[in-house]
């Protein structure tokens, strides 16, 4: 599975857009991009995934880019409750056997 | 609502003794659960896959008579942590699959504290 880089922190003003990048420079065709999160101290929750069409969903939209090098993850009103390390992960789809490798992530710090 | 279970929520124990810790699926009958480690200020790592009536599969370097899952019913995965130690202290994690590859539902973790 390809490797991702994110931005290792980010801060938000509570209400504003947060949107946080990943870069997947060396993603394959039938990779797709998986967004979790992890609120401190609780397991990952899943937020929304892609191919190469943009995405929305009631938690957030994910936006790819034509060559699908890279992606944002929109937030698109930050809260206090958004605070958490962001994920963003790169998997076939179709593999009923692939795992999912967590980087580093960023952390999003939404602030009052 | 949660769709998997996790107890419990944290465990103190001496170091040589074993704990187990109980992964439960809320919502559906899950054939593959999966089971992570997560240290202080790291991301999660994958520990093993366990599979409901068969072996369970180890990621290298986790070992798999320290680190015992049983997945005997399609609701319930056991990992139980055998003569623990103090550097076994961690956040473990499991989650069930879904329907969608890479679409994992994770439990709220269980803290061990190893002392």
């Known amino acids: 599975d390809a490797k991702t880089t994110q931005p290792p922190s980010m801060d938000c003003a509570e209400g504003r857009a947060a949107n946080l990048p990943c870069n997947h420079s060396?993603?394959?065709?039938?990779?797709?991009v998986y967004w979790y999160r992890q609120i401190h101290s609780q397991g990952p929750q899943y937020i929304i995934h892609g191919l190469k069409n943009n995405e929305t969903n009631e938690m957030a939209s994910l936006i790819i880019t034509e060559d699908r090098k890279s992606s944002t993850l929109i937030l698109p009103h930050a809260t206090l409750r958004d605070t958490a390390v962001y994920y963003c992960?790169?998997?076939?789809?179709?593999?009923?056997?692939?795992?999912?490798?967590f980087g580093q992530g960023t952390t999003l710090q939404v602030k009052p | 609502g949660a769709v998997v279970s996790q107890h419990p929520s944290r465990v103190i124990c001496k170091s040589g003794t074993s704990v187990k810790i109980e992964c439960r699926s809320l919502d559906f009958q899950a054939t593959t659960m999966f089971w992570y480690r997560q240290f202080p200020k790291q991301s999660l790592m994958l520990m093993a896959t366990?599979?409901?009536?068969?072996?369970?599969?180890?990621e290298q370097g986790v070992e798999k008579d320290k680190f015992l899952i049983n997945h005997a019913s399609l609701t319930l995965s056991t990992l139980t942590v055998t003569s623990a130690h103090p550097e076994d202290s961690s956040f473990y994690i499991c989650?069930?699959?879904?329907?969608?590859?890479?679409?994992?539902?994770f439990g709220p973790g269980t803290r061990l504290t190893v002392l």
């Open positions: 992960i790169v998997r076939v789809a179709g593999s009923s056997t692939g795992k999912l490798i």
């Open positions: 989650s069930r699959a879904s329907g969608t590859p890479g679409l994992e539902f």
């Open positions: 060396t993603i394959s065709g039938n990779e797709y």
């Open positions: 366990s599979n409901e009536g068969s072996k369970a599969t180890y």
